[in-house]
Nanobody, 117 residues
Framework: QVRLVESGGGLVQAGGSLRLSCAAS????????MGWFRRAPGKEREFVAT????????AYADSVKGRFTISRDNAKNTVHLQMNSLKAEDTAVYYC??????????WGQGTQVTVSS
């Protein structure tokens, strides 16, 4: 089992940047692909980005491609989401999760990102 704790959210003006972090407990972190998701008010949870165990392969939702970057540090059991050129529509609670095959799990509690326009 892996426990995930997100941090780094906050209030930022449109066009600004934030860097989210997801800290994982447990020695098996490096065995998991990782993902970031978000849930905006009144909307379903949506995929944002994913990264493989080695960090060599990443994928992004079209809505964030070119603005967000996912990365990981297996030595520190952390995964990050660098968010640049933020827009009001990026406002959401952001969650990280582990991925095995097509299944995401071990969800964190989330961190709130609010972008003011």
């Amino acid at each position: 089992q892996v426990r995930l704790v997100e941090s780094g959210g906050g209030l930022v003006q449109a066009g600004g940047s934030l860097r989210l972090s997801c800290a994982a407990s447990g020695r098996t972190f490096s065995n998991f692909d990782m993902g970031w998701f978000r849930r905006a008010p009144g909307k379903e949870r949506e995929f944002v980005a994913t990264i493989t165990t080695s960090g060599r392969t990443t994928a992004y939702a079209d809505s964030v491609k070119g603005r967000f970057t996912i990365s990981r540090d297996n030595a520190k059991n952390t995964v990050h989401l660098q968010m640049n050129s933020l827009k009001a529509e990026d406002t959401a609670v952001y969650y990280c999760a582990t991925r095995l095959g097509e299944e995401y799990g071990n969800w964190g509690q989330g961190t709130q990102v609010t972008v003011s326009s």
